[in-house]
């Protein structure tokens, strides 16, 4: 099973490479009807507001820790 820490570093990389397509997207939509593009917007939009939604809970589920306090490391 994956760590969270893990997790959510893995989210954020594929958040930011979603915002990071979206003017590339536009240049590859551009030549399609406007109600493709709307389509195609749409939908990266919709990626993008998921990706957001699970680091929002993946950062939700992640233990706090007090200040000073120090996680403890598992046993080998």
Same mark, same amino acid.
Do not use: H
């Given at each position: 099973?994956l760590?969270?820490?893990?997790?959510i570093?893995?989210?954020q @990389?594929?958040?930011r490479w979603? $915002?990071?397509d979206i003017?590339?997207l536009?240049?590859r939509? @551009?030549d399609?009807?406007?109600?493709? *593009?709307?389509?195609a917007?749409?939908?990266a !939009?919709a990626?993008?507001s998921q990706?957001?939604? $699970?680091l929002d809970r993946l950062?939700?589920? *992640?233990?706090r820790?007090?200040?000073? !306090?120090v996680?403890?490391e598992?046993? !080998?």
């Amino acid at each position: 099973m994956l760590t969270t820490a893990y997790r959510i570093t893995r989210v954020q @990389k594929t958040l930011r490479w979603f $915002e990071q397509d979206i003017p590339l997207l536009n240049m590859r939509v @551009k030549d399609l009807s406007a109600e493709r *593009q709307r389509s195609a917007r749409q939908f990266a !939009d919709a990626l993008v507001s998921q990706t957001r939604a $699970e680091l929002d809970r993946l950062l939700e589920e *992640q233990p706090r820790y007090e200040a000073g !306090d120090v996680p403890c490391e598992p046993a !080998d």
